[in-house]
């Protein structure tokens, strides 16, 4: 089974200032992983998805992700967040081959002030 | 333009009642997948249904139940089995092609 712990439930930081949401996972098997991101009573929204090949991956709203198989890792990066970027974050993985079900991370709180 | 509909976005029920929350989606997905959110808890996954007619328990069906009669529909019903039924519920299809889900915007239901 597979296991996604995301190091950081809330992260402040100030607009302009570059960000990392950190994602351990935990699996037997090759797995797709995934960020999405998640604004106060709505429901979540892709932000990038690693499937295979290069192991940066860009997304929307100038977020990347770089895949690190040896430290199990996929943490989300941006350069320089906004008041917008303000939202949880979830990091989740599937495995390859298998029944096709996203198993989540328990979020990270970004909390961008100005 | 193709999505997930759930309704109602809130709901207020009565401890001890079952309620039926509905999930419609116009995008041809034939997975389905009914997840629980609490505050700090992350999406925990209630149901799934990779066909019509067919649907698995997930990690926390306890008290929960629900059915798969056309593609389209993945209605949850929360029943007074439930021993925490307050909680954000999000409903989610699959595209076979993209690896995505595409989630609904909720229904946050409340149990008093």
């Known amino acids: 089974a597979q296991s996604v712990t995301q190091l950081d439930s809330q992260v402040p930081v100030f607009e302009e200032a570059p960000v990392e949401l950190r994602c351990n996972y935990s699996?037997?098997?090759?797995?797709?992983l995934f960020w999405y991101v998640q604004y106060p009573n709505q429901g979540l929204q892709l932000l990038l998805k690693y499937l295979s090949g290069s192991t940066l991956v860009k997304g929307i709203n100038g977020f990347e992700a770089e895949f690190n198989k040896s430290q199990t890792s996929f943490h989300l990066r941006k350069p320089s967040v906004h008041i917008s970027d303000t939202a949880e974050y979830f990091c989740?993985?599937?495995?390859?081959?298998?029944?096709?079900?996203?198993?989540f991370g328990k979020g990270t709180k970004l909390t961008v002030n100005p | 333009d193709g999505g997930i509909t759930q309704s109602p976005k809130y709901l207020f029920r009565k401890e001890g009642q079952n309620v039926t929350l509905s999930c419609e989606q116009n995008?041809?997905?034939?997975?389905m997948y009914w997840y629980r959110q609490d505050p700090g808890q992350g999406l925990r996954l209630i149901y799934y249904s990779q066909i019509v007619n067919d649907f698995q328990k997930g990690d926390i069906a306890e008290g929960y139940s629900v059915s798969r009669e056309k593609k389209e529909s993945f209605p949850l019903t929360v029943t007074s089995a439930q021993k925490n039924p307050t909680a954000f519920y999000l409903c989610?299809?699959?595209?076979?092609?993209?690896?995505?889900?595409?989630f609904g915007s909720g229904t946050r239901l409340t149990v008093v």
């Open positions: 995008l041809n997905h034939d997975a």
């Open positions: 699996s037997s098997v090759s797995v797709y």
């Open positions: 989610a299809s699959r595209d076979p092609y993209r690896f995505g889900y595409t």
């Open positions: 989740a993985v599937m495995d390859q081959g298998g029944s096709e079900k996203l198993v």
